[in-house]
Structure formats: C-alpha cells, structure tokens
C-alpha cells in the first residue's frame, strides 16, 4: 500500500464516553489511521478522566481549539443525578459543549447527511437544510416571577448614572398571572450573525435569518437590524461574489416556506427558535445518526461532532456482550470534517481528498443496502441489509479501499 498521508497541522481530539467513545476508537482504527498518519493532539473527555481533573481537561481542550483552529469531539455524558452514583463523581459537572461553546464564543450549525432510500418526512426536502442556533440568552437565561392578583408590574432599568427608566408591562386586575423578563446582548447577536455569515460563504449556501420583528419592534428587532448592518457592511460584496444570498423574513412566513422548500440554505435562528426548530428538522430527515454538528467560532475556529449523544442503551448492550447496530456515520462525518477544514486550511489537498472519499464511501454503503438498524427501519431499498457496529465499518472500508 501507499505510504500514509501526511499531516503538518494536528488536529484536536476530544474522546468521549459511552457507545461513542467505543465507536470513536473503531473509527481511528478501521478508516483513519490506516491510511493517514494521524497528528492529533488528544484529550480525553470520557466523564472518568474530567472527574479526575475537575474538569479541566474540558478547558484545556477548548483552549487548544483556539491554539490549532480544528477540533473533533466524540459525545460526552452531561452529569444528573443518576450518573452522580454511576460514576461517584466530585460534583455535576457541567455539560462539555456549554464549556467549550463559552470558550470559543461559537455558534453551532447542526446539518443531516442525504442518503438514497431514506425520503424525509417532507419529500420536498432534497438537499440539507442546516440550522444555527444562536446559543445565548432570550428564555434561557430568564427572571420569571408568579404575580398576585392586585399586582403591577414594571420594567425597572437603571442606568450607570442612577436614572431609572420604567415601563408597565401589566396592571393584575381580576386574576393572578405570571411575567418574564428576557435579555440579550448586541455583541453576542453580532458574534452569531458573523458566524452565520462566514459559514455561509464557506459552503456556499444561502442564509435565512427570521425573527418576529413586526411584534417586538424593540428586541426582535434588534437582531434583524444587527443582521443587516454587518451584512451590508461586511459581506454583502462577498455574498455577491460567491453567488449566494442573505434572506430576512418573518418567522412564521419562514417557517412556511421551509416546509415547502427543497432545502440547501442555512437557517438562523433565535436561541428558542433554534431549539424547537431544529428537533423538529432533524426528525424529519430521519435517524439522530446521520445528523452533524459543527461549533463555529466568530474567528474561524471549527470543532466538529456528532449532534447526537453517547447512545447509552446501546452501550449496556454492549456491556452486556450483546450485539449492537450503532449508527456511526456522524461520527465519521466529524472526523472527515475535522480533517477537510484541516486540509483546507494547510492546502493539503491529499488530506482533503482522503476525506471526501471517505464520505463517499460511508454514502455509498448505506446505498448499496448495508446499513445499521436505526436506518433499515427507514430505508426503502429493497435489497437492505441490517448490519452490527463493527461490520458497518468494515464495509465502508471495503469500499474506500476501492476508491484509494
Ligand atoms: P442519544 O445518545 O442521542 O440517544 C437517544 C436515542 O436515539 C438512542 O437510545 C437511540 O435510540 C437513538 N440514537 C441516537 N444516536 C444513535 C446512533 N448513532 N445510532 C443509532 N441510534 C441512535 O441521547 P440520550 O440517550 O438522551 O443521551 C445519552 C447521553 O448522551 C446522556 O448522558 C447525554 O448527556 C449525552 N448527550 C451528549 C451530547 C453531546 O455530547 N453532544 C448530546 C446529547 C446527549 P434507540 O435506543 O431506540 O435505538
Ligand atoms: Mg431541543
């Protein structure tokens, strides 16, 4: 065989936990370090070892990201009560991404790989559509108060001189209720829009951005004003250039036209919007399995995964001894992900190609019938073959053998 492929950049690599973790070491072994030889600067984030550091390898690992600009995250367990005593950690430590999303200051884009066989729910979706949720504020960083009946409430803002501004927001007369105070800061809706932006021109996408500004002619307009002076003036002659175009709309009349949409574009969304929307895209285009994830940061750094988690059922059943049929081709598509923005960014473009033939490879499998449980229950080709974990892989390599 041909010698491997050289790396003159590593790339950072974060393990995990769990089924994934198990999957994450059949993916090096199988498809990657055969053929590449693989410069990566590794921490494990397996919950096991960010005990053991108090979570400090979750920051060292960010902090990383930042010095080598491409990062590959397998899933991690985010703690709860139950994996308190599981595990006997120190204390419920926090969930990874947040860490690493607040290091970075990132925005996450979160996109299904398209295969024949597997129609989504709305057939009128052919190609990708891809979902940035802005990751900060708004409901998720609320003050709510139950009100009593007989109550006013006010917004109450002091200035840094001590003058206060107010503004009723409602006079209870006749019935309790109930209020909300919501935030969000101009440099973090910045932060997100040069994200959307950037990543737009990176893979050549429209973007669509929709909040309900005709309402909230304050706050949701905000976003839609800050959208639009950073468009015009940063990108608008460089969307121009790559042909591609920024479309504001109406959430509602966004919501409609995606439904009716053939995909291909990037979607922004608000944080709330994000959450919901992007649940209800990732159903429709069917397994949890075949969906990406990747965090951009406002300066170009990229840190890829799964947007699935560690798939934990399937791990006691590994435990067990059982047989499992773990999608893993997420899991691939982060690391030939990591390795292409790699590629990019060294110009190596052997390294670059190695991956896109990877990806091909992976496609070309489930095509050709051989898939793992998850998508046998949705494919309708008629030759389909449901096959374990490790024979998913071997398969694939089969095929990228075929294609080197
Ligand atoms: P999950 O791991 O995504 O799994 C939920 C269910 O979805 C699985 O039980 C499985 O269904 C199906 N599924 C997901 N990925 C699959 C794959 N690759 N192949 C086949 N089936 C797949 O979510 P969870 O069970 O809610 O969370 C498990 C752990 O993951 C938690 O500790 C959570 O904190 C963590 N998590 C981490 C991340 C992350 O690191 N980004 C994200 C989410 C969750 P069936 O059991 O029906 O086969
Ligand atoms: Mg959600």
């Known amino acids: 065989m041909a010698d ?241 175009e920024y479309f504001y709309t109406l959430i509602d009349d966004a919501v409609a036209r995606v439904v009716r949409s053939d995909g291909g574009y990037i979607w922004a969304c608000k944080n709330y919007d994000g959450d919901v929307m992007s649940d209800m895209v990732a159903t429709a285009f069917g397994s949890l399995g075949m969906m990406t994830s990747v965090l951009v940061s406002p300066d170009g750094v990229y840190e890829y995964e799964a947007a699935h988690g560690t798939v934990t059922r399937h791990y006691y059943k590994h435990l067990k001894g059982e047989e499992t049929s773990t999608n893993s081709v997420a899991t691939i598509f982060a690391w030939t992900g990591a390795l292409k923005k790699r590629g990019e960014l060294d110009n190596n473009a052997e390294l670059s190609a190695f991956a896109e033939k990877l990806e091909k490879a992976t496609i070309k499998t489930i095509e050709d019938g051989v898939m793992t449980g998850d998508l046998y229950i949705l494919s309708n080709l008629e030759n389909k073959r449901k096959v374990n974990t490790e024979d998913f892989l071997l398969e694939i390599n089969n095929r990228l053998k075929e294609m080197l």
Not at 48 to 59: G, L, S, Y
Not at 79 to 97: F, H, I, V
Not at 110 to 121: D, H, Q
Not at 126 to 153: F, L
Request: hydrophobic share 35%.
């Open 4 to 244: 491997k492929i050289q790396m003159t950049t590593p790339i950072v690599e974060m393990d995990g936990d769990e089924m994934t973790r198990i999957i994450w070491k059949m993916i090096k072994d199988v498809l990657i370090c055969p053929y590449v030889d693989l410069k990566s600067d590794y921490y494990d984030l397996g919950l096991v070892h960010r005990n053991e550091t108090n979570d400090q390898v979750t920051i060292d690992s960010a902090n990383a990201t930042k010095k080598y600009g491409v990062a590959v995250k397998c899933a991690t367990i985010t703690p709860n009560a139950q994996r308190m005593t599981e595990y006997d950690l120190k204390e419920m430590w926090k969930s990874p991404n947040g860490t690493i999303r607040a290091i970075l200051d990132g925005t996450v884009f979160r996109a299904p790989i398209i295969v024949k066989g597997i129609t989504p729910l709305l057939p009128g979706w052919k190609k990708p559509i891809t979902i940035a949720r802005h990751a900060y504020g708004d409901v998720y960083k609320n003050s709510e108060m139950k009100v009593a009946d007989g109550s006013k409430a006010e917004l109450v803002v002091t200035d840094k001189d001590g003058n206060e501004t107010r503004q009723l927001i409602h006079t209870f007369n006749g019935s309790d209720g109930i209020i909300q105070g919501l935030h969000n800061i101009n440099g973090s809706i910045a932060s997100f829009a040069r994200a959307c932006f950037n990543f737009a021109l990176d893979t050549k996408q429209d973007l669509w951005f929709a909040t309900k500004d005709t309402i909230s002619k304050k706050y949701d307009h905000t976003f839609k004003d800050i959208f639009q002076e950073i468009f015009d003036a940063e990108y608008k002659e460089k969307f121009d250039n790559a042909g591609i």
